[in-house]
């Protein structure tokens, strides 16, 4: 009797056995719109790039000019782990800067996508890319221009 009480207890227990975890991965360092939006096209050098946003992620040249590329990514990520079946979802997101110089190494312009901040934990069953959701994020981090 007490062994049949204890497997009813123990099948009535196991549902309770799933978990989550959730994890983040950032790459690279964080990049600054404030910090790229004091570049100025005609005036700021690859130097003073290099002095205020560090190395770049790569350099292309392109003839007698030259290109910079930075970026950082934040990845999310939500498990839910069930007995047998166990669902997963990584939500990545890039903040990505290229900057065109010109062949005296002056910057001539740049093009920038803000993402890091629009990651977000979720399972397969939610949407991340809702446009409500990118407002308020974005709205949530100064400088981010859309």
């Known amino acids: ?14 549902p309770a ?6 994890a983040r991965q950032d790459t690279n360092e964080p990049l600054d719109p404030a910090v790229v ?11 003073e790039v290099v002095e205020k946003l560090g190395a770049p992620t790569e350099v292309v ?13 934040t990845a999310k990520t939500a498990v839910l ?23 005296r190494d002056v910057l001539s312009h740049y093009g920038t996508w803000w993402g890091t901040h629009r990651a977000q934990y979720a399972m397969p069953w939610e949407d991340v890319h809702e446009p409500r959701d990118n407002e308020l994020r974005d709205a949530k981090r100064p400088g981010v221009l859309r």
């Open 1 to 14: 009797m007490l062994r049949r009480r204890r497997r009813s207890l123990s099948l009535l227990l196991l």
């Open 17 to 22: 056995l799933g978990a989550c975890a959730i």
């Open 37 to 47: 939006a004091s570049l100025e096209p005609g005036r700021t050098t690859a130097r």
């Open 61 to 73: 040249q392109l003839g007698k000019r030259t290109a910079y590329r930075y970026d950082a990514t």
């Open 81 to 103: 782990f069930l007995l047998v079946f166990n669902l997963a979802n990584q939500d990545s997101r890039t903040d990505r800067v290229w900057l065109f110089f010109d062949e």
